[in-house]
C-alpha cells in the first residue's frame, strides 16, 4: 500500500477500500504518512466525497487509533450530547444534570472555544477550583457521585483525528461534510456513550449556515452513530440569533444556574428541556420528567454535586469583568434581528474566546442582552451592555455589532423556528 495510490483513487472519483483507509489512518497517525499527502488526500475527500461504507470505515479507523472508553461499571445507561456550537450556546451546563437527576448518566467529553463560539470547559472553568482535566477512574467517581461529568477529552481518544482535524485546519478541508461527520463521531463513538442526541445548529452563529447543509451533515452523524451500535438521533435548532440572553464564560454560567433553578430565558429552558427527553428516550431511561426536575430541585441537586466533585465551588462568586458599556435602541419599535455572528464575534472581540489555542479567555468578558428579536423596544431603552476588562475592547466590539440589530415596525425578521427538524435512522 502506498499513499499515492491511495491518494489516486480519491482524486479520480473512485471509492476507497477497507483496506486503504485503514492502511492511511494508521500511516498517518504513525508519521509514516507525511502531511502533504494526507492533505491532498483531505482535498480530494472535499471534492469528491464519500459513501455511506467509507466513512463509516474511516470513523472506526480513527477510533481504533485510541482508546475507547468504558462505562459498564455503572448502574444505569449512559446517553450524551454534541453540539456543533454556537452563539450562547450554554445547554450542556444545565442539561447534564438534569438528565442525571432524571435517571440518565452522562459522560460529557467537551472542548474549548475557538473563533466566535464558546467553549464548554471555558465556560466551566469560570467557577473557582473546577478542573476540566480528570482521568478515567476520576471521571467514572463523578458520575458515580454526580451521574454526570463534563471534562476535556484525553490526549488517548481518537489521536488520528487530531492530528488531521489541525492539519484540515491549515488546508481549507475543515468544510468537508464526510471529515466534519467523521471527526465528531469517532470523539463521541470512541467516549463509549450508549446513547447520542446531536444538537446540529443552523444560521449565521453556526458552522452550519444553511438547513440543508446541517441536514446532510446530522444525516451522516446519525447514519455512523447507528451504524456503531449507538442510538443516534439529530434535532436541527436555530443559531440566527443567540441562545440566551448571556453570551461569555461566567456570564453564562449565572444564566444556567437560572435555568437550573426553575428561571432562565424561554429559549434556553425549551431547548434544555427538549434535548433532555431526547437523550432519555434514546438510551431507554424512563425516570422523572426533565420539567419536574428543574421544578423540583433535583437537577440543581445535581449540578452542585457535579461540580463540587470536579473541586469547584458552586457557591462562589464568579469573575466579573472590569468595564461595562451599554448600547441603547436608536429608535422605538421591534427589534426585527439580532445576528448570532455579529454577537459572537463582539463577545469573542470583548476577551471573552481566544484567538490562538494558547491564549487565556476573559472568564467575565461578554455580552448580556436586554432585547431579543419581537420584542418591543422604546427610544434610548438599554439593548444590550458589554463586559471587559479593559474599556480599549469595546470599539471592536462596536464595530462587529454595526448592522447586527435592526429595529422596524414589526416581526422578528424570519427568524427560523427554535427546533428546525429531527433526523432519526
Ligand atoms: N468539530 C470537530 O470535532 N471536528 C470537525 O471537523 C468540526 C467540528
Given at each position: 500500500m502506498d499513499a499515492i495510490d491511495v491518494i489516486v483513487t480519491k482524486r479520480d472519483g473512485r471509492e476507497l477500500s477497507r483496506e486503504q483507509i485503514d492502511w492511511v489512518i494508521d500511516a498517518y497517525t504513525r508519521g509514516v504518512v507525511a502531511d502533504e499527502q494526507m492533505s491532498s488526500l483531505a482535498m480530494a475527500i472535499l471534492l469528491n466525497g464519500m459513501n455511506r461504507r467509507e466513512i463509516a470505515e474511516w470513523t472506526q479507523a480513527m477510533i481504533r487509533s485510541g482508546a475507547r472508553m468504558d462505562w459498564?461499571?455503572?448502574?444505569g445507561r449512559t446517553t450524551d450530547k454534541h453540539s456543533t456550537g454556537g452563539v450562547g450556546?450554554?445547554?450542556t451546563l444545565p442539561l447534564a444534570p438534569l438528565v442525571a437527576a432524571c435517571g440518565g448518566y452522562v459522560p460529557q467529553l467537551s472542548g474549548r472555544g475557538l473563533g466566535h463560539t464558546g467553549g464548554t470547559l471555558d465556560k466551566l472553568e469560570s467557577?473557582?477550583?473546577?478542573?476540566a482535566l480528570l482521568s478515567n477512574d476520576e471521571m467514572l467517581d463523578v458520575l458515580r457521585k454526580a451521574g454526570a461529568v463534563i471534562c476535556a477529552a484525553g490526549d488517548g481518544l481518537a489521536p488520528a483525528d487530531k492530528k488531521l482535524y489541525a492539519l484540515r485546519d491549515v488546508t481549507g478541508?475543515?468544510?468537508?461534510i464526510p471529515l466534519i461527520a467523521s471527526s465528531i463521531m469517532s470523539k463521541k463513538i470512541a467516549e463509549g456513550t450508549g446513547a447520542l442526541v446531536l444538537d446540529v445548529k443552523v444560521g449565521?452563529?453556526?458552522?452550519?449556515?444553511t438547513v440543508d447543509r446541517a441536514r446532510e451533515l446530522a444525516t451522516t452523524m446519525v447514519e455512523l452513530g447507528t451504524d456503531a451500535g449507538v442510538n443516534t438521533v439529530a434535532l436541527l435548532t436555530a443559531m440566527d440569533r443567540p441562545l440566551g440572553r448571556a453570551v461569555g464564560n461566567a456570564l453564562e454560567v449565572t444564566e444556567s444556574v437560572e435555568v437550573l433553578a426553575g428561571g432562565g430565558p424561554e429559549d434556553v429552558v425549551e431547548l434544555t428541556v427538549r434535548l433532555a427527553r431526547e437523550m432519555l428516550q434514546a438510551a431507554g431511561v424512563s425516570g422523572k420528567d426533565p420539567e419536574e426536575a428543574l421544578k423540583d430541585g433535583s437537577a440543581m441537586d445535581a449540578w452542585r454535586r457535579m461540580i463540587t466533585a470536579q473541586g469547584?465551588?458552586?457557591?462562589a462568586l464568579l469573575p466579573k469583568a472590569a468595564e461595562t458599556m451599554e448600547i441603547t435602541a436608536p429608535?422605538?419599535?421591534?427589534?426585527?434581528g439580532l445576528d448570532a455572528y455579529g454577537v459572537g464575534l463582539a463577545a469573542w472581540r470583548l476577551g471573552?474566546?481566544?484567538?490562538?489555542?494558547?491564549d487565556p479567555v476573559s472568564f467575565g468578558a461578554g455580552i448580556m442582552l436586554h432585547a431579543k428579536p419581537g420584542d418591543m423596544v422604546r427610544q434610548g431603552q438599554p439593548l444590550m451592555t458589554l463586559h471587559a476588562d479593559?474599556?480599549?475592547?469595546?470599539e471592536r466590539a462596536l464595530a462587529a455589532l454595526e448592522g447586527s440589530y435592526t429595529i422596524g415596525?414589526?416581526?422578528?425578521?424570519g427568524l427560523l423556528p427554535l427546533v428546525i427538524d429531527r433526523i432519526t435512522a
Open positions: 459498564s461499571a455503572l448502574p450556546d450554554k445547554i467557577i473557582p477550583g473546577w478542573r478541508t475543515v468544510e468537508a449565521s452563529g453556526a458552522f452550519m449556515k469547584g465551588d458552586p457557591d429608535s422605538s419599535g421591534v427589534l426585527t471573552a474566546g481566544r484567538e490562538r489555542k494558547e479593559e474599556t480599549s475592547r469595546f415596525a414589526s416581526g422578528d425578521g
